[in-house]
């Protein structure tokens, strides 16, 4: 019971340990703590890492919190690199690591703030579009993911995300993937009147070719399959 009762404590005090390191000693809180911190609290921690420069002392919190709260880290991660930008002596490792991490939570918050950096130069940043749905593939869906990068509205990160999309249906594993995330969005196996105006096949070359489409389809079909008879 002492054990379990210490176990129950733990986050609780990790919360206090920060809160009080925020106005003195730096006490890092454990990796698997770190999501147990209230909003403001994990928002202090990721402005202090961004202050500190990324050390390597907290690169296992920071990866916890831009998987898991990338709707909070992202945000700041890019403001902040945008304002670093805007010097003419911004460190090389500031600008990689700040867009590493944007680009491994692999999500829509991802493609938002990548997005945003393309806006200051599509060039340099553009190829973290590619970097975040591959990134996805870790955690989610990547398919489901370029959908919402389309969704999203923004020309150079919709041209991006197709470019990408071709690359990868050249396999069939991705092909299955992108098939699951067709049955997710349709709740059916795309007919005709979902292939014409999916926001993918719609922009594919050629509107992608009748092998492809067919492929997908079996593939959707097959996975159809398997989840009526879970």
Do not use: H
């Amino acid at each position: 019971m002492g054990f379990n009762l210490c176990r129950r404590l733990f986050p609780i005090l990790a919360v206090v340990s920060f809160s009080a390191a925020m106005d003195g000693q730096d006490v890092i809180p454990p990796a698997r703590t770190i999501l147990d911190l209230g909003e403001s609290e994990q928002i202090a921690f990721i402005n202090k890492t961004i202050g500190l420069g990324f050390p390597e002392n907290r690169a296992d919190q920071m990866t916890m919190l831009i998987i898991n709260r990338s709707a909070v880290a992202l945000p700041l991660i890019e403001s902040k690199l945008e304002d670093a930008l805007k010097s003419t002596s911004t460190p090389k490792r500031l600008v990689d690591t700040a867009t590493e991490m944007i680009a491994y939570a692999g999500d829509e918050q991802a493609l938002r703030a990548v997005s945003k950096l393309m806006a200051v130069d599509e060039n340099r940043f553009g190829p973290l579009v590619g970097r975040t749905l591959d990134n996805a593939g870790n955690w989610r869906n990547p398919c489901t993911v370029a959908y919402r990068g389309l969704e999203l509205g923004n020309e150079a990160v919709s041209r991006y995300t197709v470019a990408w999309m071709e690359s990868a249906l050249a396999s069939n594993r991705m092909q299955r993937t992108w098939a699951e995330a067709m049955l997710d969005r349709y709740g059916k196996v795309p007919g005709d009147t979902e292939w014409a105006t999916d926001p993918i096949a719609s922009q594919l070359k050629d509107r992608a070719s009748p092998e492809l489409r067919q492929g997908v389809m079996r593939f959707a079909a097959e996975v159809l399959s398997k989840r009526e008879k879970r």
